[in-house]
């Protein structure tokens, strides 16, 4: 009960700070320099604009059908805590941010604001796993129906849409810049922020001498491998490829043990976008309850 009481405590603080970030993000900086937003937020924008309603308020307004159309196929735990999340983050964009400076500076600089503030204030949300409604529930609940399309082609569509409909209502062609622009620092951010800190490199060795590079590797960076048999598609010969997860900084040394074991190993070098399990960051398992 202590236990299930702290996370929850610890949702609620995590999902406040990056409410905060939105709020601020969207209020502050977006609304000012009359960006075209992108999802139910940027709908929301554009009806303030037109008719001064409560940004906030009126993007709550806006999630109640599509929490009507989605919310059976979401989990229950995940759909209570995007609500409480939604709603916080309303009453926040309405009431916290106007008590902040607005910022009434250049453009760009306003965008890049935008993006990094609410990028990083989605990514906290995110890595709770909740969400502020939106998009986020139109997204999964397409996916769902229709699971043969791509997820960022789906995202790409309804942030566009959006965006496009802000810059042909007002007549702002670089708005629509400025919003596509917003829309890929927002990504960036939270892209950065829940698999970056993770993130490093894989290396595929293969070379004859498999378990020597392996012990090498091991000697002198401290990480595991994994050998797997291979055959070469040309000289039919039997080869062994080391597979090595390591980090950024570990890549050079393990460059260096396979130059001292074997020079003439082919060695393949890929990025990997989050290493998860014993010497990396822990396995996470996302709650649906």
């Known amino acids: 009960m202590k236990q299930k009481f702290k996370k929850v405590s610890t949702d609620i603080a995590i999902e406040i700070l990056g409410s905060i970030l939105i709020a601020v993000g969207i209020y502050n900086f977006a609304v000012t320099a009359k960006f075209p ?29 599509i929490i009507l159309l989605t919310f059976r196929r979401l989990g229950k735990g ?35 604001s935008t993006g990094v503030l609410a990028g990083f204030g989605y990514a906290m949300i995110y890595l709770r796993h909740s969400s502020t409604g939106g998009t986020d529930f139109l997204t999964m609940y397409v996916k769902a129906i229709k699971p043969h399309l791509p997820l ?13 409909a802000g810059g042909i209502i007002f007549k702002d062609i670089d708005g629509v ?17 829940m698999y970056g800190i993770n993130a490093g490199k894989m290396a595929l060795i293969v070379t004859d001498h498999g378990q020597v590079v392996s ?8 990480r595991g491998s994994t050998i797997l048999h291979g055959r ?42 989050e290493v998860l399990g014993e010497g990396f960051h822990p396995l996470r398992l996302a709650s649906g309850n």
Request: proline share 3%.
């Open 37 to 65: 937003m992108t999802g139910i937020s940027g709908i929301a924008i554009i009806l303030f604009r037109l008719t001064g309603a409560p940004i906030g308020t009126t993007t709550l307004l806006l999630n109640i059908p």
């Open 78 to 112: 995940f759909f209570l805590r995007s609500l409480r999340c939604m709603v916080i983050s309303s009453v926040f964009i309405d009431y916290l941010a106007p008590l902040f400076p607005v910022y009434q500076g250049d453009r760009f600089l306003a965008a890049i």
């Open 152 to 164: 960022g082609k789906i995202i790409l569509a309804f942030d566009a849409t959006v965006v496009l």
């Open 177 to 193: 810049i400025y919003g596509m622009m917003i829309a890929y620092l927002f990504s960036q951010v939270v892209d950065q922020l």
């Open 215 to 222: 012990d090498t590797i091991d000697q002198m960076s401290g």
């Open 232 to 273: 070469g598609g040309y000289s039919e010969t039997d080869k062994q490829v080391v597979m090595v997860a390591c980090s950024n900084k570990e890549m050079f040394i393990i460059e260096k043990a396979v130059k001292m074991v074997d020079p003439k190993a082919f060695t393949i070098i890929v990025e990997s976008n």
